[in-house]
């Protein structure tokens, strides 16, 4: 079974410029979330989907954070513009059942430095 | 708000002996709590999850505790080794809500 695929791995960008990430949940599963985890801290939610609707965006900056996940597979996660504080890891984990208690599958994340 | 401590931002163990991890939770009554192993540059893996109508959980050479009265869970990792060198995030069911995580050194 294929995992959770995110790209890219890795981006640098400059502070007020724009970057987005993809990311392909595991095949079937109807949850889909965003977690940035800053260094040395655990992930925090920025926002949660169940198929192609939102469940929790309480924690997502909206006036420069946007998600979207179309025909409830894959998702997009963008930051305009970017500050230096959002440099971090964005993680993306899926799992089966949103109506129970599942694990969540983790891909490997996109390291993101803003200069 | 809900706040979650875990005990220590390191632990060293010696190989062979059972490592024991500590997640406090307060301002929460949590339906499920579940334990992640990160490895450095990987995304979270999941161990193991525990309900609040169970005291225990095992798997293999894990073992999770979770007493919501006194808002802790326990993890413990028997005969450690090397290998189980990682962090360990505990998870608070619903709300999603990760600690900071432990990092747990194994000694040869």
């Known amino acids: 079974e294929a995992g959770v695929a995110q790209s890219p791995r890795y981006k640098i960008i400059e502070k007020r410029q724009s970057v987005a990430f993809w990311c392909n949940p595991i095949?079937?599963?109807?949850?889909l979330y965003w977690y940035q985890q800053i260094l040395g801290q655990g992930p925090k939610l920025l926002i949660q989907?169940?198929?192609?609707?939102?469940?929790?965006d309480s924690q997502l900056p909206k006036d420069r954070f946007s998600a979207e996940r179309l025909k409830g597979v894959d998702s997009t996660l963008k930051i305009q513009p970017a500050k230096l504080e959002d440099s971090a890891v964005y993680l993306c984990?899926?799992?089966?059942?949103?109506?129970?208690?599942?694990?969540?599958?983790f891909g490997p994340g996109t390291r993101l430095t803003v200069l | 708000s809900q706040k979650i401590e875990q005990n220590s931002e390191a632990l060293n163990i010696q190989e062979g002996k059972t490592a024991t991890l500590t997640c406090n939770y307060t301002?929460?009554?949590?339906?499920?709590l579940q334990w992640y192993r990160q490895d450095p540059g990987r995304g979270p893996v999941f161990l193991l999850l525990?309900?609040?109508?169970?005291k225990e959980k095992r798997k293999e050479r894990l073992k999770v505790t979770f007493d919501t009265t006194l808002k802790q869970s326990l993890f413990h990792i028997t005969a450690s080794q090397p290998a189980d060198s990682a962090t360990y995030l505990c998870?608070?069911?619903?709300?999603?809500?990760f600690g900071k995580g432990t990092r747990l050194h194994i000694l040869p």
């Open positions: 984990a899926s799992s089966l059942d949103p109506g129970g208690v599942n694990e969540q599958f």
């Open positions: 095949s079937g599963h109807a949850t």
């Open positions: 989907f169940q198929n192609n609707g939102v469940v929790d």
């Open positions: 525990i309900r609040e109508n169970e």
């Open positions: 998870a608070l069911g619903d709300k999603i809500i």
């Open positions: 301002n929460y009554s949590p339906a499920y």
